[in-house]
């Protein structure tokens, strides 16, 4: 159980920009950030940070809160996994009481999964550093390679025995159980025997970009040919080799400060050019490039170096991966070592400003890589130089963006020695094969059934205006504003009269006042308990309100919808309307009013609604239903009485 004092520390020194910041990259938009929503494939930004409010809101897939919500969503954290998380962050201490053996099988499957990935980690590393074996075989291979003490305690390289079950002993002996082991791969299970996976491996953790442990590389060290050299983790709830880049965790703040980001293949590769001090870095690990790596570089920076080994083969072989990182709308640079040398290697000969040298002078634009990798191969031969042109304009319609691909046609143009016409004409039939390909997948995967009207759904007005209550409250409840109203009074002959009457009050006090004359409460219950909190908290210190403060107390799903209540007014930014002459008026420019049109709006549709009851009992009334009419008189003159206060015309 974590203090209260602590958690409250926790949310006074926490900022919501800092902590998205590492997992997305954000742009100043006016006073709020924006970016590529992290939830979902998107090429426009729809996620929107609010400094001032500690609040954010990803108006493509609905999500919102605040730091905390957003480390739940997206790591997928429990609460308290979230708070540990972000007092490691701010270096706040944290008291914890260790985790019994029944809390640990208590724990859900998932989790269950990552606490055994978790010892994992820290068993390997500790076998390296302190067992004899550890010592003399995985310590001895990575000083060879040049790694310091620094390095394999940044990285937490690890050494697993050379034995069936050196792991899974010590696992089992401290309540960890086989069946999530097995899960994670750690342990391979045959019936009654169990067995480690990595025995006689050094190890890799592979992290999130918030540093969980998702699974392990395992180099082996001996020359066992029927032993694969690199074995990864399989498979599993929380281990995706498609979805995860080696190193993103210790390189997403380089790559976001840079705004690039250098792609390698290997785990040594990353490794030593983080040592050196290149640190925006990362790994397929030795798998094919797949989009959702590329998605994941592209929340960091739309921009990415390919660094191949200089084996022409495989750089041949690499290319692929490059039409797939254009597909996404990201801008690619290509940069090759010399023969015999990768990074790794390059890293280990060089200092710090003769490598970061050499990436500069040798990062080519994708098209001139390609050009000079394999204008080579088709020289003197008409027939090789048309099909490496067609390779060209291949990777050139992959682009998304209509004026890249122009530019890229004519500078292929310019290299090639080749008419621009053709390659635009070439470029239309690739892009116009692709779109008929689309459509007939789509029409393929789309079951037939019959066409049907959608009915139009109405409006539901008391919804909105209850929700229009509730932004007014969060932004503006601790305003002070001029509200008009008026009072029946008797004039010198006694007559009533009607006399405005003018009043200071915060718009919370305006709006409690109003609705309790009304004797109105909410029908939404989520905006109910949103308002009864809302404004118990305004009531007890109205001028120290802040909405950052307050969110950190309700629940996230309250959470969720706040940021959508605040943030939706704000949407318009993400699509910078101001850049084409559409400026949209802020409701701080006339609070007053909007409170005392909103109130007027919510009493007209109680209005109606009464008057539409009354309507239906008089069709079921069959004594004197005059009574009624009376009473529906009534309602439709204070209904014109509103309609004349709103400006209206009924």
């Not at 009607?498 to 919370?508: H, N, P, S």
């Not at 308002?531 to 210190?541: C, D, G, K, T, V």
Request: aromatic share 10%.
């Amino acid at each position: 159980m974590i203090a209260k004092h602590t958690i409250d520390q926790v949310y006074e020194v926490t900022r919501v920009e800092e902590v998205i910041g590492d997992f997305v990259n954000l742009k100043k938009s006016g006073s709020n950030f924006k970016g590529l929503s992290p939830f979902t494939d998107e090429r426009t930004p729809s996620f929107m940070v609010s400094p001032v409010k500690q609040i954010w809101k990803d108006f493509s897939s609905g999500k919102g809160g605040n730091a905390v919500a957003f480390l739940m969503e997206h790591e997928h954290f429990t609460y308290p996994e979230a708070i540990k998380y972000l007092a490691k962050k701010y270096q706040i201490e944290i008291e914890e009481t260790e985790q019994t053996d029944e809390q640990k099988q208590l724990a859900d499957e998932r989790e269950s999964l990552f606490l055994v990935s978790e010892f994992a980690k820290k068993y390997f590393h500790s076998t390296l550093l302190k067992s004899q074996e550890g010592k003399a075989v995985g310590l001895t291979y990575f000083k060879e390679r040049g790694f310091t003490p620094e390095t394999i305690e940044k990285f937490q390289l690890g050494y697993n025995p050379d034995s069936w079950d050196a792991f899974t002993k010590e696992a089992l002996a401290q309540g960890y159980q086989l069946n999530y082991m097995d899960k994670t791969g750690l342990t391979i299970v045959r019936d009654e025997k169990q067995f480690d996976r990595f025995r006689g491996r050094v190890m890799f953790p592979i992290q999130s970009l918030s540093g969980r442990v998702l699974g392990f590389g395992g180099r082996i060290l001996t020359n066992d040919k029927k032993a694969a050299k690199y074995l990864n983790s399989p498979q599993s709830d929380i281990y995706d080799k498609s979805k995860v880049l080696y190193g993103i965790y210790h390189a997403k703040q380089a790559i976001a400060k840079e705004d690039n980001c250098y792609l390698v293949e290997g785990y040594t590769d990353v490794i030593q050019m983080h040592q050196l001090g290149i640190e925006n870095v990362v790994s397929s690990s030795g798998t094919a490039l797949t989009p959702d790596q590329i998605r994941l570089i592209n929340r960091l920076t739309p921009n990415i170096t390919v660094l191949f080994d200089g084996d022409a083969a495989g750089q041949r072989a690499s290319l692929r991966g490059i039409d797939l990182i254009l597909e996404q709308g990201m801008n690619v640079k290509v940069c090759s070592f010399p023969e015999g040398e990768d990074p790794d290697s390059f890293s280990r000969k060089h200092t710090l400003t003769d490598v970061q040298m050499f990436l500069t002078e040798n990062a080519k634009d994708f098209i001139q890589y390609k050009a000079s990798l394999l204008v080579e191969e088709a020289q003197g031969d008409p027939i090789k130089k048309a099909a490496l042109i067609r390779d060209m304009v291949e990777s050139v319609s992959k682009i998304p963006d209509a004026i890249k691909r122009e530019v890229y046609v004519r500078e292929c143009s310019r290299i090639m020695d080749i008419d621009e016409d053709v390659l635009f004409s070439t470029l239309a039939q690739m892009r116009n094969k692709d779109k008929k390909e689309e459509v007939k997948k789509e029409r393929r995967n789309t079951p037939r059934m019959e066409v049907q009207r959608t009915p139009v759904e109405k409006v539901d007005r008391q919804y909105v205006l209850e929700r229009m209550l509730i932004q007014l409250l969060l932004l503006y409840g601790n305003t002070k504003g001029h509200f008009e109203d008026v009072a029946i009074v008797e004039d010198e002959d006694g007559n009533a009269v009607e006399q405005k009457v003018e009043q200071e009050l915060y718009v919370y006090e305006k709006i409690y006042l109003e609705l309790q004359d009304d004797e109105v409460e909410f029908a939404n219950e989520r905006f109910k308990l949103l308002y009864y909190n809302l404004i118990e908290a305004l009531n007890r210190e109205a001028d120290a309100f802040k909405v950052d403060k307050f969110i950190n107390t309700i629940s996230p799903g309250e959470a969720t919808e706040i940021s959508d209540i605040i943030l939706s007014e704000e949407r318009y930014m993400l699509h910078r309307w101001d850049t084409k002459d559409i400026y949209v008026k802020q409701k701080k420019h006339g609070v007053s009013q909007l409170v005392s049109e909103t109130i007027l709006s919510l009493r007209k549709f109680y209005i109606n609604q009464k008057v539409g009851e009354l309507l239906n009992a008089m069709k079921d009334q069959t004594d004197d239903s005059k009574q009624i009419i009376v009473e529906i008189q009534d309602y439709n003159l204070l209904d014109r009485l509103l309609a004349s206060k709103l400006n209206r015309v009924l």
